[in-house]
Protein backbone atom coordinates (compact mmCIF):
# COMPACT_ATOMS: atom_id res chain seq x y z
CA UNK A 1 0.00 0.00 0.00
CA UNK A 2 1.19 3.41 -0.96
CA UNK A 3 0.40 7.16 -0.23
CA UNK A 4 1.10 10.08 -2.82
CA UNK A 5 0.08 13.30 -1.03
CA UNK A 6 0.10 16.42 -2.84
CA UNK A 7 -1.42 20.06 -2.65
CA UNK A 8 1.03 22.02 0.40
CA UNK A 9 2.29 25.51 -0.38
CA UNK A 10 2.82 28.75 0.65
CA UNK A 11 -0.34 31.09 1.06
CA UNK A 12 -1.55 34.48 2.28
CA UNK A 13 -3.83 34.41 5.86
CA UNK A 14 -7.33 33.98 4.46
CA UNK A 15 -6.32 32.24 1.79
CA UNK A 16 -7.29 28.91 0.28
CA UNK A 17 -5.10 25.29 -0.19
CA UNK A 18 -6.39 21.74 -1.23
CA UNK A 19 -4.82 18.27 -0.28
CA UNK A 20 -4.98 15.56 -2.04
CA UNK A 21 -4.22 11.65 -1.00
CA UNK A 22 -4.30 9.02 -3.26
CA UNK A 23 -3.88 5.34 -1.94
CA UNK A 24 -2.36 2.76 -4.49
CA UNK A 25 -1.70 -0.91 -3.90
CA UNK A 26 -3.87 -4.49 -2.45
CA UNK A 27 -6.70 -2.32 -0.96
CA UNK A 28 -9.37 -5.17 0.54
CA UNK A 29 -10.75 -2.89 3.33
CA UNK A 30 -10.22 1.09 3.90
CA UNK A 31 -12.06 1.94 6.55
CA UNK A 32 -10.64 5.24 8.49
CA UNK A 33 -8.39 8.20 6.44
CA UNK A 34 -7.48 11.29 7.37
CA UNK A 35 -5.29 14.02 7.82
CA UNK A 36 -2.89 15.32 10.45
CA UNK A 37 -0.45 17.56 11.04
CA UNK A 38 2.35 18.66 12.97
CA UNK A 39 4.08 22.31 13.58
CA UNK A 40 7.77 22.96 14.53
CA UNK A 41 8.70 21.13 18.00
CA UNK A 42 5.25 19.91 18.78
CA UNK A 43 3.04 16.90 18.40
CA UNK A 44 1.64 15.31 15.56
CA UNK A 45 -2.65 16.19 15.54
CA UNK A 46 -5.31 14.57 14.16
CA UNK A 47 -7.13 17.43 11.74
CA UNK A 48 -9.57 15.86 10.41
CA UNK A 49 -10.67 12.00 9.34
CA UNK A 50 -13.20 10.47 7.42
CA UNK A 51 -14.93 6.95 7.62
CA UNK A 52 -15.68 4.82 4.88
CA UNK A 53 -19.81 4.93 5.91
CA UNK A 54 -19.30 8.74 6.11
CA UNK A 55 -18.48 9.73 9.27
CA UNK A 56 -16.37 13.32 9.18
CA UNK A 57 -14.46 14.36 12.50
CA UNK A 58 -12.88 17.69 12.72
CA UNK A 59 -10.01 19.22 15.33
CA UNK A 60 -11.76 22.30 17.23
CA UNK A 61 -9.21 24.57 15.42
CA UNK A 62 -10.61 23.58 11.86
CA UNK A 63 -14.17 23.01 12.30
CA UNK A 64 -15.85 25.26 9.85
CA UNK A 65 -12.73 26.15 7.79
CA UNK A 66 -11.82 22.61 6.72
CA UNK A 67 -13.46 19.92 4.98
CA UNK A 68 -12.50 16.52 4.14
CA UNK A 69 -14.16 14.93 0.64
CA UNK A 70 -13.21 11.27 0.08
CA UNK A 71 -13.69 9.90 -3.19
CA UNK A 72 -13.94 5.81 -2.19
CA UNK A 73 -14.15 4.99 -5.99
CA UNK A 74 -10.60 6.88 -6.24
CA UNK A 75 -9.28 5.99 -2.98
CA UNK A 76 -8.38 9.33 -2.72
CA UNK A 77 -8.92 11.16 0.27
CA UNK A 78 -8.77 15.41 -0.06
CA UNK A 79 -8.61 18.54 2.90
CA UNK A 80 -10.09 21.52 1.56
CA UNK A 81 -8.55 24.43 3.64
CA UNK A 82 -10.39 28.07 3.84
CA UNK A 83 -10.18 30.75 5.47
CA UNK A 84 -6.40 29.33 6.33
CA UNK A 85 -3.96 31.14 9.70
CA UNK A 86 -1.02 31.68 10.25
CA UNK A 87 -1.04 28.82 12.92
CA UNK A 88 -2.38 26.17 10.22
CA UNK A 89 1.39 26.27 9.34
CA UNK A 90 2.50 22.97 9.64
CA UNK A 91 3.63 19.79 8.03
CA UNK A 92 0.44 17.74 7.01
CA UNK A 93 0.47 14.30 7.05
CA UNK A 94 -2.22 11.86 5.32
CA UNK A 95 -3.11 8.46 7.35
CA UNK A 96 -5.25 5.48 6.10
CA UNK A 97 -6.39 2.50 8.30
CA UNK A 98 -6.37 -0.14 5.50
CA UNK A 99 -6.27 -3.83 5.48
CA UNK A 100 -6.70 -3.41 9.35
CA UNK A 101 -2.98 -1.64 9.46
CA UNK A 102 -1.77 1.77 9.81
CA UNK A 103 -0.13 3.94 7.02
CA UNK A 104 1.25 7.54 6.83
CA UNK A 105 1.91 9.27 3.71
CA UNK A 106 5.63 11.51 3.54
CA UNK A 107 4.24 14.65 4.43
CA UNK A 108 3.40 17.90 2.85
CA UNK A 109 4.38 21.24 3.79
CA UNK A 110 1.52 24.51 4.52
CA UNK A 111 3.02 27.39 5.40
CA UNK A 112 0.53 30.18 5.90
CA UNK A 113 2.07 33.90 5.95
CA UNK A 114 1.92 37.39 4.28
Known amino acids: VQLQASGGGLVQPGGSLRLSCAVS????????MGWYRQAPGKQRDMVAV???????SYADSVKGRFAIPRDNAKNTVYLQMDTLKPEDTAVYYC?????????WGQGTQVTVSS
Open 50 to 56: ATSIGGK
Open 95 to 103: HVFVNSKDY
Open 25 to 32: GSIFSMNV
